[in-house]
C-alpha cells in the first residue's frame, strides 16, 4: 500500500447536502436476512412482489426462504460461508433464492443470465460455488459449466410456476414456456425442492459476515468476485433509501437486473428493508413496464439512462399514463437533456444521477435531489470520501484537474475473492484511511460535485491529443436529434487513431447526416475532439444491465481495420 499522510481530505459537499440528511450515518446493526425477518413479521399480508398481476406478500417471501435454507442445508450440506450461485432473469424465485441462501448463513453469488457456459465455468470455479439456482431457458449452459467444479446441486426454476393469476399485461413467450424433461444426476426441480420442507438451523448471522459475492464484468479480462459483508451492502442501501426518500408506501419499479448491483440493492434489497411493493419485470419491455407504471402506480424506478430513453422513445407511450413517478435514478451513461427534459414534463421527475460500481455496491456518489447536476455523479454520499489522484503517483490533484477516482467508505468492498493481485493493485491508504482505485477518470469541482470522464484504459489517442469517448458522449446526448450514442477509436496512418462516432437517432430527429453532426460538434467541443467518422445505426449493442458495450464496437472497429 502506498502512504500519503499529508494528503487533506475534504468534504466540500457538505456545502449542497440534502436537506435534513446527516453527514453520516451509524453501521448497521442489522443483516440483510434480518431485514426481511423484520419486514415479514411488521407487514405479514402486504404484498412484497408483484409479478404479472400475481401478488407475493412479505410472509410467503419469508416462509418460501426458510425453506429454501432448509434444503441448503439438509441436502446440499451449505454451511455458513458456503458460496451459492444464482443465474436466473429477475423473477420471484430470483428474490426467494436470495434470501433463502443468506437464511442458510450462505453467500450469494449473483450471475450474469447474459453469461454462456465458458463464463459460468469460470465463476463457479473462482467462487467454489457447491450449489445453484438456475432458470430453467439456461440449464444447458449450467448443467455444461457444472462439470468439474465443486457443485453439488441445480436447482431449476420454471418463471411459468409464479404466473398464478390472470392478467392483461403481454407475458413474454420465455417466461410461459415449460422446459419439461429438464434432467440431471445433480438437478432438482424448484417445486420438489419446496415439498422437502426442511427446517434450517438457527440463524445467527452477523452484521459482519460475507453475504455477497458479485463479479465484475470483467473489461479487464476475468471478472473478479468482490467481497461483501451484510454491513457493507447495508450501508449502501441506506445510502439509496435515505438520500432519495424512499419510503415504505412507495412501489418500486424492479426492472434493472438483479444480478447487477442497481437491480439488487435499489429495486431488491430497499423494498425488502423497507416494506415496498417490487413490481418485477424479468426482461426490457418498455410496452409492459408503460403499463405496470399506470396499474400500479409505481412511484420509484431505479433505471439506467438506457431505460428511459427507449421508453421515451416509445410511440405508444401516448396511451399510458405514467405520471404517478416521483423519484427516478441510476447511472451508467449520461442522461441526455432531451430526455430528462421531457421526462420532467411528463412526470415532474428529474432524473438524479449517480455513480457507483460493483465493488461499492452501487453509490459512491448521488446529485442531491435539491442541488442536481445534469450530467453528473452528484456528490459523494454518506461517511464516503472521494479523492482525485494522479493515476501513476496517486498524488491529489487539484480542483477541476482530471484524474484517478478513489473512493474510501463502509460500502467498498473487504477485498477481491482469492485475487492477491488485484487486490494489491486496487487498494491504497492516504491519511490513515483505505481507499480503492476505481480505474475512472473523473474531476470534482468546488462544491465536490464528480463529473465522470471515462476508464482510464479508454483513452483515444488522436494525433497526441487524448480523447475521452465518454466525455465527447456527454456532449453529444444535449444534442436533441442524439438518442443513443457510443464513441470509439478508429485507426489511421497519419493520426494514429481518430473518433469515431456511433448514433441511434431519435425518431423525430431533422439532422440526419455526417456533416450536420460534425459541424454541430466543431460549435460544442475542441476541433481534436470531432468525431472524423460519424455512423448512423438502428441500435448499440448492451449488456444485461443497460450498459452500452463499448469495448465489443471497439474491438469489431480494430477487427475490421486489421483485415487484409
Not at 402486504?46 to 410472509?59: L, M
Not at 450462505?106 to 470455479?125: G, Q
Not at 452477523?206 to 450501508?235: E, F, Q, V, W
Request: hydrophobic share 40%; with cysteine; net charge negative.
Amino acid at each position: 500500500m502506498a502512504n500519503n499522510d499529508e494528503v487533506s481530505i475534504r468534504r466540500p459537499q457538505h456545502a449542497v447536502w440534502p436537506e435534513g440528511l446527516p453527514f453520516e450515518i451509524e453501521k448497521t446493526t442489522e443483516t440483510l436476512y434480518g431485514n426481511l425477518r423484520n419486514t415479514a413479521a411488521r407487514l405479514p399480508d402486504k404484498p412484497g412482489i408483484i409479478f404479472y398481476d400475481t401478488k407475493i406478500t412479505f410472509e410467503e417471501i419469508d416462509k418460501t426462504a426458510n425453506l429454501i435454507a432448509g434444503y441448503l442445508q439438509h441436502e446440499c450440506g451449505v454451511e455458513p460461508g458456503d458460496r451459492v450461485a444464482i443465474y436466473s432473469q429477475n423473477c420471484p424465485q430470483y428474490v426467494l433464492a436470495y434470501y433463502g441462501i443468506l437464511r442458510a448463513g450462505a453467500v450469494v453469488v449473483a450471475v450474469n443470465p447474459m453469461n454462456l457456459a465458458e463464463e459460468v465455468s469460470s465463476i463457479l470455479e473462482d467462487s467454489g460455488a457447491v450449489a445453484a439456482f438456475c432458470a430453467q431457458d439456461l440449464a444447458d449452459h449450467l448443467f455444461t459449466a457444472m462439470e468439474g467444479t465443486s457443485l453439488r446441486r441445480a436447482i431449476i426454476v420454471q418463471y411459468s410456476d409464479y404466473l398464478r393469476a390472470d392478467t392483461e399485461i403481454a407475458i413474454p413467450e420465455f417466461l410461459v414456456q415449460k422446459h419439461e424433461g429438464i434432467s440431471h444426476s445433480r438437478a432438482i426441480n424448484w417445486n420438489d425442492m419446496l415439498k422437502v420442507e426442511c427446517v434450517p438451523a438457527p440463524y445467527n448471522r452477523k452484521p459482519d459476515d460475507l453475504a455477497i459475492l458479485p463479479y465484475t464484468s470483467g473489461s479487464t479480462g476475468r471478472g473478479k468476485g468482490c467481497m461483501h459483508t451484510n454491513a457493507t451492502t447495508l450501508h449502501a442501501t441506506r445510502s439509496i433509501y435515505d438520500w432519495f426518500g424512499i419510503i415504505e408506501d412507495d412501489v418500486v419499479m424492479a426492472v434493472a437486473p438483479m444480478f447487477h448491483v442497481v437491480g439488487m440493492q435499489a429495486g431488491m434489497n430497499v423494498s425488502i428493508q423497507l416494506g415496498c411493493t417490487m413490481v418485477i419485470v424479468p426482461r426490457w419491455d418498455r410496452d409492459a413496464v408503460a403499463a405496470m407504471i399506470e396499474s400500479y402506480k409505481i412511484t420509484t424506478w431505479p433505471a439506467v439512462p438506457t431505460m428511459a430513453i427507449d421508453l421515451l422513445a416509445s410511440p405508444n407511450l401516448k396511451d399510458y399514463d405514467i405520471s404517478s413517478i416521483r423519484v427516478m435514478y441510476g447511472g451508467g451513461i449520461s442522461m441526455p437533456k432531451a430526455v430528462a427534459e421531457k421526462l420532467q414534463a411528463l412526470c415532474g421527475v428529474t432524473f438524479l444521477e449517480g455513480y457507483g460500481l460493483t465493488e461499492t455496491m452501487a453509490p459512491a456518489t448521488a446529485n442531491p435531489p435539491q442541488n442536481p447536476i445534469a450530467q453528473c455523479g452528484g456528490i459523494a454520499v454518506f461517511n464516503t470520501d472521494i479523492l482525485i489522484v494522479e493515476p501513476g503517483t496517486i498524488e491529489q490533484l487539484a480542483t477541476g484537474k482530471i484524474g484517478e477516482i478513489i473512493i474510501s467508505g463502509p460500502q467498498v468492498l473487504l477485498a477481491y475473492w482469492n485475487n492477491d493481485e488485484a487486490n494489491a493493485e486496487s487498494f491504497v491508504e492516504i491519511a490513515g484511511k483505505r481507499f480503492f482505485r476505481t480505474g475512472d477518470l473523473g474531476r470534482m469541482n468546488d462544491e465536490g460535485y464528480i463529473f465522470i470522464i471515462d476508464r482510464i484504459k479508454r483513452m483515444i489517442n488522436a494525433s497526441g491529443f487524448k480523447v475521452w469517448p465518454a466525455e465527447v458522449e456527454t456532449i453529444f446526448y444535449k444534442n436533441p436529434a442524439v438518442e443513443e450514442i457510443c464513441v470509439i477509436a478508429s485507426k489511421d496512418p497519419e493520426r494514429g487513431e481518430i473518433v469515431k462516432a456511433k448514433i441511434v437517432l431519435c425518431s423525430d430527429a431533422t439532422e440526419t447526416n455526417e456533416q450536420e453532426f460534425r459541424s454541430w460538434a466543431r460549435e460544442h467541443m475542441s476541433a481534436y475532439k470531432v468525431p472524423r467518422i460519424v455512423e448512423f445505426v438502428k441500435n448499440l449493442p448492451k449488456s444485461g444491465s443497460g450498459k452500452i458495450l463499448w469495448r465489443e464496437l471497439q474491438e469489431l472497429e480494430y477487427a475490421a481495420y486489421d483485415k487484409p
